[in-house]
């Protein structure tokens, strides 16, 4: 399955909308900061700092940090909500998924952490309205549904793909932008948290599909 690389709120900010195409074609631009030729060696090392430099001063850089800081914020509010979500749950199953996902989600903050660290940034989180609103459409979803109901287990399911998909959206262009700036480490950090996020999208998936929509549909 494809990522999703719509990155609609970058894409609304930049002049022309060459980030999210960039961002859109999943491939390294075949530029290297690092050059092994030796004979133009230093005076390529020196190129290439200058590179690296005038890309850390650069407002697609500015605007990568920023979306750290909003997905950053993201990830801090979800690990007080995914508590309340397995409090709400009904069946044991989705409590365990939820138990499971707010361990994950500390470690994705923590993640993010190591990528500022790693990128000379001070971790800050700047609100994150898309995450508020998403997550206070899971908090309606817990007073408008009967507790120990599997309409309300079937409906936070639903509540929670949406936020799973958020994070998909933005790790994955996330990761493509830091590639095109080539940060590798800090790609490679992405990448495994996006892959968590599938793997958890997925087991919702697979959770509701196999029994919760049913009981849900029998009650
Ligand atoms: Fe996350
Ligand atoms: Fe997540």
């Known amino acids: 399955m494809a990522t999703s690389q719509t990155a609609t709120k970058t894409a609304s900010r930049s ?12 491939k ?22 200058a590179r690296s430099e005038q890309m850390e001063n650069s407002e697609f850089h500015q605007m990568f940090v920023d979306e750290l800081k909003d997905i950053y914020w993201a ?11 397995k409090k709400a749950a009904t069946s044991e199953e ?4 939820f138990e499971k996902h707010a361990e994950e989600t500390q470690g ?10 790693l990128l000379g940034q001070k971790a800050q989180a700047k609100k994150c309205d898309a995450m508020e ?18 309409v309300r287990d079937a409906a936070l399911i639903l509540a929670a ?20 700036m080539g940060h590798t ?4 950090l992405l990448e495994q948290t996006l892959e968590n996020e599938k793997a958890t999208d997925e087991a919702l998936t697979e959770i509701a599909t196999n029994t919760i929509n049913e009981e849900a549909s029998e009650e």
Not at 17 to 25: E, I
Not at 75 to 85: I, W
Not at 133 to 150: C, F, P, V, Y
């Open 185 to 188: 480490e800090v790609m490679e």
């Open 94 to 97: 989705l409590q365990e998924a």
């Open 108 to 117: 994705h903050v923590e993640t993010l952490e190591q990528i500022f660290q």
């Open 15 to 26: 002049k022309s909308g060459a980030n999210s195409r960039s961002a859109a074609s999943g």
């Open 28 to 49: 390294t631009s075949g530029r290297s900061n690092s050059n092994s030729n030796g004979t133009a060696k230093r005076a390529s090392s020196s190129r290439s700092n």
């Open 133 to 150: 609103g998403l997550i206070s459409e899971a908090q309606s979803i817990i007073e408008d549904t009967e507790e120990g109901s599997m």
């Open 75 to 85: 990830e801090k509010a979800l690990t007080k909500a995914l508590p309340k979500l």
């Open 161 to 180: 793909q949406k936020v799973e998909h958020y994070e998909i959206a933005t790790y994955g262009t996330l990761r493509v932008f830091a590639e095109n």
